[in-house]
């Protein structure tokens, strides 16, 4: 399966991605075009981000550049510049399941997406819109508009228990996040002998997309197999992810297609939807009800600190002194800090852009790692600055754009009535009603995974 690819007609050889990529999967000499090895490449889609060989109606001619967007399948309203590594889209697919009267369409956005989009229509770097990406997906004529983030804060329920869980009974210490698909895909490849560190829970999208075809099915008294689940990522890898052949523990695929927040934008403009003028809505109930903890998702440091904001009211009983844990946010790199929980003191580690996890992977392997608990995210500041959102053409860009798309998901985080993940109501419905309790034999069962040992299956496992 491609999900990466580099146009040899297109590439000059610049060698920017090749700077980027943390798994050395692109090969070449300079000024000629370059290779993407497949068999290496973790699907970040930085690369993407990067590259600045394009071919644009200006300067090539309408005639050479319809040629690419139809190979590549965008929209005839697509006309900005077209580069010359790109992430294989399935847009046409959306398109298709949308015009069939038969299927129904729910939907699902990641956390990132909304600090995203807007950009991609002339808004602000960085501009938060949640309520017009609500009234956009609606508008586009999905039935139901949910969001990743309610199965962000089912995540911590499920993550934040495993941790407690192996914590107090001597489990395999430190475990690692497991909700980029990159730095799971990076770690099968080059360390399959630590695979057993990563926490079993499935990523938001996966958990999502399993509760879609089960307990929202059920609730709306939808055939399962009617539904086609779409998701809209920040993020190249999530594609992969969705097509792992372990991803459809229901008896149905968790999530049927994945579109990126730039793919998104091309689907608004297609329909004609006036981005910047939607009225303010919210996301469909239940499934698309989140706290502040899941949001933060979409930040390095942010799955950590949702789930200490849990973990420590499980643990101790007791409200947590600030929901605000500063200790665990910070900037591309390594960062440690201690946090005390309680009588235990819960020695964490944060690592965001992918090419710092590997020191980290060396040091417990030395049996030098003294952690309990490591987030790790591939892109450069978390998955707002994912290879899947609007691409930044200005290289002075890319430091206020991340900047500001990160600001602006502490001040949803701010805003919301709830900032803590078990307070979610609508989660506690679900187990109250459906999971019974995190970790249970339906949570084992629909929400949990495991991981591939041998690297030999690489890219198509
Ligand atoms: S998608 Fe990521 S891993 Fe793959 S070639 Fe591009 S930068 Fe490298
Ligand atoms: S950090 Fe986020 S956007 Fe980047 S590869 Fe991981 S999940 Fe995808």
Request: glycine share 8%; aromatic share 6%.
């Amino acid at each position: 399966m491609t999900v990466i690819a580099i146009d040899q007609d297109l590439c000059t050889g610049c060698q920017e991605c090749v700077k980027v990529c943390p798994n050395l999967a692109i090969e070449g000499v300079p000024h000629k075009p370059q290779t993407l090895v497949e068999e290496k490449c973790v699907m970040c889609g930085q690369c993407v981000q990067k590259c600045k060989s394009y071919v644009s109606v200006a300067e090539h001619g309408f005639g050479a550049y319809e040629k690419v967007r139809k190979a590549r399948g965008l929209p005839p309203t697509v006309t900005e510049p077209l580069f010359a590594a790109y992430n294989v889209c399935h847009l046409d697919e959306v398109l298709k399941a949308l015009d069939d009267p038969k299927v129904e369409t729910w939907v699902q956005s990641a956390p990132a997406v909304r600090v995203g989009i807007a950009e991609d229509f002339g808004a602000p770097l960085g501009t938060l819109a949640a309520g017009k990406l609500a009234a956009a997906l609606r508008r586009i004529g999905f039935n139901k508009v949910y969001d990743v983030n309610y199965a962000a804060d089912v995540t911590i329920m499920e993550e934040g228990s495993e941790l407690i869980d192996r914590v107090t009974n001597k489990g395999l210490l430190p475990m690692f996040t497991s909700c980029c698909p990159a730095w799971v895909k990076y770690m099968e490849l080059n360390y399959p002998e630590l695979r057993h560190h990563l926490s079993t829970t499935k990523s938001p999208q996966q958990i999502q997309g399993a509760l879609v075809k089960t307990y929202g099915a059920k609730n709306q008294k939808t055939d399962p197999k009617k539904i086609y689940s779409v998701s809209i990522m920040p993020c190249t890898c999530k594609q992969f992810e969705s097509s792992r052949p372990e991803m459809a523990d229901s008896g149905h695929r968790d999530v049927d297609v994945v579109i990126t927040t730039r793919e998104l934008a091309y689907l608004i403009k297609l329909k004609g939807i006036d981005f910047l003028n939607l009225p303010e809505e919210k996301f469909d109930l239940p499934m698309g009800d989140y706290t502040g903890a899941a949001e933060i998702f979409g930040v390095t440091g942010g799955v950590m600190e949702a789930a200490l904001r849990t973990g420590y009211e499980l643990i101790t009983g007791k409200p947590i002194p600030s929901v605000d844990i500063t200790a665990v946010r910070g900037p591309e790199g390594y960062r440690e800090a201690d946090i005390q929980v309680g009588d235990l003191t819960l020695k964490v580690g944060i690592v965001t852009g992918l090419k710092n996890v590997k020191p980290v992977l060396e040091a417990l392997k030395a049996g030098k790692l003294d952690r309990h608990f490591v987030e790790v995210m591939t892109c450069p500041e978390g998955c707002v600055t994912g290879g899947g959102q609007p691409k930044l053409i200005v290289d002075k860009d890319f430091e206020s754009a991340y900047k500001s798309r990160t600001d602006a998901t502490y001040v949803h985080d701010k805003e919301l009535p709830i900032r803590k993940s078990h307070e979610n109501p609508s989660v506690k419905k679900l187990y109250e009603t459906f999971l019974k309790k995190p970790l249970g034999e339906e949570s084992h069962k629909l929400l949990h995974t495991t991981y591939c040992g041998d690297p030999k299956h690489g890219h198509g496992h």
